[in-house]
């Protein structure tokens, strides 16, 4: 059978393949989406059980996720089996890579936090002179931002802040609680604001690439979804240098196949895209590739706030009313908020009517379990997180010594975190247990040791865009400087992380680029 | 399509597409023409209700000082079963028994080292101790909690513990069940992924 040659090949079917699907088959192109996972009948999937029927009461087979702080025995299976597709690092340098393989990605299961980056992070160099400037503003993404909204339906409500850009609300009316109204007073003058959380609504069940992108692309006729498609590297024609089309392995037989297109999009998530790109061994005339890998280091639980008069179940009413967020408020412009041993800044989630965990009292027995009914309810949860610096030092590579179940080479890692990190951690957790304090909460537990990388599952850079193709592997139009016929669409493409979760900057980079990809198409310029 | 009805397609078309058993096998056409919906549906019991875990990792010293220590930590409470109506250390000698080396070696190193210190200050093995002297010897867990576990194994031991001992109780068929007939939170059902194909 003649092998079909597609106008373009989508490597992956989270929200940045998801995306470039939905975009590039509403401009009329042919596009095959090849997927490492399965299509997941989540009504057949998935089943309610009591937890002591699981074989391990709830614990998980030891040893079967490492990585996965996430996993427990309920979700196991939902997560990448680390047997059948390992990574390898120093054990004193541990990384957690967190992976779905499903179509979906880990669109179908995120948290659905959504935040605009803003020019502090595009043009983040000129703030602070670290690192590089993206080669976008805040300007040239907004627009796309705007049409995101819309579709995975953002909810939050109108700030007006520099570092955090608004997005195109459904409003959030939800009074915030005297809780979050104490904490941002006693911030105020440390320029600490507290906004709703911005969240990604969906349909309510989902929002994912699974409900409202791949959909929308398959109903234009122009997809062709395809599950089980593992696949093992990008083919170029000898001639020309330009990708003709991959290799992939059917995930459940070990099949070889091949498959033709015109471009080819990579959109297999940030470390996976990377992956395939070392192992197809091009599109790294910069010798940056899998270079500069941040994410954003976070603290569970830093700061474990008590509100007095919430103990032993007598929460006034209105003091509790939801989330809240405290954006960056570290080295902004204004120089009252220039912090004296750390670039960059943090943010962090507050979750007032939380209650606090067993581990936090230094207690057993009825001891313990009358401070746990005090205290029930009457805590405030913080997630801390920290913007990494994106360093050359910290990268992925090939471990030429492990393959996976496929024969595929898996990536080493060498990531680190460093004095900037850890004395914004100890900055964040001394100010934040101090504005608790001065709004006349308690503070029951204060941690500043973070996660390992990769924790936050915000992996970023790896495969950033810059003008210069001496120092970046994508231009600003997510497009291999080296293969003009190859575009990068997920977050191995940012240049600095920020504070902010990535997802719906991911999102609108995979729109701008696709459309972008389409033009030039339709140009015969690729 | 929409996805209401995408789905309905996919649960009618399993079974549409089974072999009708009638045409392979024509000595039982009624049993064969039964509509599959009809399965017989046996009720099953969970396997701590047929029988106990029998302890097979911990030496007896060892595991009389689990239990010891498991009463301790969470005694039965408000008309809720404790850590030993849970069966939570013979639970935990098999999960410890599974884990990794690292694991095992601070489960044994523990209750040896409490086994140890109560027979160096009190002459007699942990089990045996009074509730005072067992607080004595668990003086450790008074410290506040860091993320770091601590450096000294025998307090990473008692900080480990405390949490396998509680999550093996509130995790019980016993636990969860008292749980919900006493009309308290219903708790312990969760959403479970079965393994992907
Ligand atoms: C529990 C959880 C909570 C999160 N919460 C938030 C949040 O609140 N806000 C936020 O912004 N972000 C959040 N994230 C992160 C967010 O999910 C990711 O940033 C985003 O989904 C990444 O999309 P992606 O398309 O790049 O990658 P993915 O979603 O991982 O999709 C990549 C797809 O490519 C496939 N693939 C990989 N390798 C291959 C291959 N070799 N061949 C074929 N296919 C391949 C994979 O199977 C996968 O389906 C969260 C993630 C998780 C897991």
Redesign the pocket.
């Known amino acids: 059978m003649a092998e079909k040659e597609y106008d373009v090949l989508i490597?992956?079917?989270?929200?940045?393949?998801g995306m470039a699907a939905y975009s590039l088959t509403q401009k009329g192109l042919k596009c095959l989406l090849?997927?490492?996972?399965a299509l997941v009948d989540f009504q057949r999937q998935r089943g309610l059980k009591p937890v002591y029927e699981l074989p391990y009461r709830g614990f998980g087979k030891p040893g079967r996720l490492p990585h996965v702080v996430?996993a427990n025995e309920f979700n196991a299976n939902q997560w990448v089996d680390e047997q059948q597709v390992p990574y390898t690092h120093d054990p004193k340098s541990p990384y957690n890579w967190?992976?779905?393989?499903?179509v979906?990605?880990?669109?179908l299961?995120?948290?659905?936090?959504?935040y605009r980056l803003s020019d502090y992070e595009f043009k983040a160099k000129d703030h602070d002179g670290f690192g590089d400037n993206w080669p976008i503003s805040y300007a040239e993404l907004a627009p796309f931002y705007d049409r995101v909204d819309p579709i995975f339906r953002v909810s939050g409500r109108k700030e007006g802040l520099p570092q955090l850009p608004d997005s195109q609300f459904i409003e959030d009316k939800s009074p915030d609680g005297a809780a979050l109204e104490r904490i941002g007073t006693a911030g105020k003058s440390r320029g600490m604001t507290v906004t709703k959380i911005r969240r990604s609504l969906g349909d309510g069940q989902f929002a994912s690439s699974f409900n409202l992108l791949l959909p929308a692309a398959q109903a234009t006729g122009n997809l062709t979804i395809v599950p089980n498609?593992?696949?093992r590297e990008i083919t170029t024609d000898k001639a020309t240098g330009k990708a003709n089309g991959v290799s992939?392995v059917d995930r459940q037989s070990g099949r070889e196949l091949h498959a033709k297109a015109k471009v080819v999009v990579l959109?297999?998530?940030?470390l996976?895209s990377t992956r395939?790109l070392l192992n197809s061994k091009i599109a790294n005339s910069s010798g940056v590739l899998g270079h500069y890998l941040h994410d954003q280091f976070y603290i569970s639980n830093g700061v474990m706030g008590v509100m007095p008069e919430a103990k032993d179940g007598k929460a006034p009413r209105g003091l509790v009313a939801g989330a809240g967020y405290i954006p960056r408020f570290r080295n902004l412009k204004d120089p009252k908020t220039k912090a004296k041993n750390f670039l960059r800044g943090y943010a962090c989630d507050l979750y007032p009517g939380a209650t606090p965990d067993a581990k936090l009292f230094p207690a057993w027995g009825a001891e313990l379990q009358k401070q746990l009914d005090t205290f029930r309810g009457a805590g405030i949860g913080t997630t801390i997180m920290g913007e990494v610096l994106p360093r050359f030092e910290n990268f992925v590579k090939l471990d030429p010594t492990v393959k996976d179940a496929w024969g595929i080479s898996v990536l080493n890692f060498q990531c680190r975190y460093t004095d900037n990190e850890f004395n914004m951690a100890k900055d964040a957790v001394d100010t934040i247990s101090q504005v608790f304090k001065d709004a006349g909460f308690e503070v029951l537990n204060a941690n500043d040791k973070m996660h390992p990388p990769g924790y936050s599952?915000?992996e970023l850079g790896t495969c950033r865009m810059g003008d210069n193709p001496k120092n970046s592997v994508l231009n600003k139009w997510n497009q291999s400087h080296d293969v003009k016929n190859l575009f990068v669409m997920?977050?191995s493409s940012f240049v600095t992380s920020g504070t902010q979760?990535?997802?719906?900057t991911?999102l609108a980079l995979a729109m701008r680029a696709s459309e972008y990809l389409a033009e030039q198409a339709g140009k015969g310029a690729l | 399509m929409k996805r209401r009805k995408f789905i309905q397609t996919l649960a009618v078309t399993p079974a549409a597409a089974l072999p009708i058993v009638s045409e392979s096998n024509a000595e039982t056409p009624v049993v064969a023409q039964r509509p599959q919906e009809e399965a017989p549906k046996l009720e099953t019991a969970s396997l701590d209700a047929a029988g106990e875990t029998m302890p097979r990792f911990f030496s007896a010293a060892q595991l009389a000082a689990l239990k010891k220590l498991s009463n301790i930590i969470l005694p039965p409470l408000n008309s809720m079963p404790g850590a030993l109506d849970a069966g939570a250390p013979e639970f935990l000698d098999f999960l410890i028994g599974k884990s990794t080396a690292e694991r095992r070696q601070i489960y044994t190193a523990g209750l040896n080292t409490l086994n140890a210190q109560a027979t160096k200050r009190f002459g007699k093995a942990f089990a045996d101790v009074t509730d005072a002297q067992a607080a004595e010897l668990l003086a450790p867990l008074k410290q506040p909690w860091t993320y770091e576990p601590p450096a000294d194994p025998f307090a990473r031991f008692l900080r480990e513990a405390k949490q396998d001992i509680r999550n093996a109780t509130i995790n019980s068929r016993e636990y969860v069940t008292a749980g919900s007939s006493g009309g308290r939170r219903g708790g312990g059902v969760g959403q479970y992924w079965y393994p992907i194909d």
């Not at chain 1, 979906?104 to 669109?107: A, E, I, R």
């Not at chain 1, 959109?267 to 940030?270: H, R, V």
């Not at chain 1, 979760?501 to 719906?504: A, E, I, K, W």
């Open positions: 490597v992956g079917s989270g929200a940045s393949g090849l997927e490492a996972g996430q967190v992976r779905v393989r499903m979906g990605g880990k669109s299961f995120w948290a659905r936090m959504s498609a593992v696949v992939f959109g297999a998530s940030c996976e395939i599952i915000h997920d977050g979760n990535p997802t719906l991911i």
